[in-house]
């Protein structure tokens, strides 16, 4: 799914407008396979891991099927949002969480536009 995120991405200007000036590298974690994604003035490209030392701002982390349930076209209430899975401890922010709150929009739109696909 996180694969294809640049092709959904990048192809949609109303969720690239929100990141137009985003130039950082954060990583999400799906279950143990974790995904670089690198945002360059809202586009964006995605790197496989696994990795040793690869510097990123921030970390979202939550297993396969907190995911899964988050990527359903239509979530089930507290699965359709990310503060929804962290406040069912489904979810975990780490590293530079000023970065993530600045961008927390184009964040968002990025990870749920899989529903869409």
């Not at 899964?68 to 969480?97: I, M, N, V, Y």
């Amino acid at each position: 799914m996180i694969d294809k995120l640049p092709e959904i991405v990048n192809g949609n200007p109303a969720i690239t407008r929100w990141g137009r000036r985003m130039n950082e590298t954060f990583m999400v974690e799906v279950g143990e396979q974790q995904y670089l994604l690198k945002v360059n003035d809202g586009l964006l490209s995605v790197e496989k891991g696994p990795f040793v030392m690869r510097p990123w701002k921030f970390a979202i982390r939550a297993s396969r099927e907190s995911w899964e349930k988050f990527w359903q076209k239509t979530p089930a209430p507290g699965w359709h949002d990310l503060f929804g899975l962290l406040r069912r401890g489904e979810l975990k922010f780490e590293g530079d969480q000023r970065v993530l709150m600045a961008y927390l929009l184009y964040v968002k739109l990025v990870l749920a536009a899989p529903r869409n696909a």
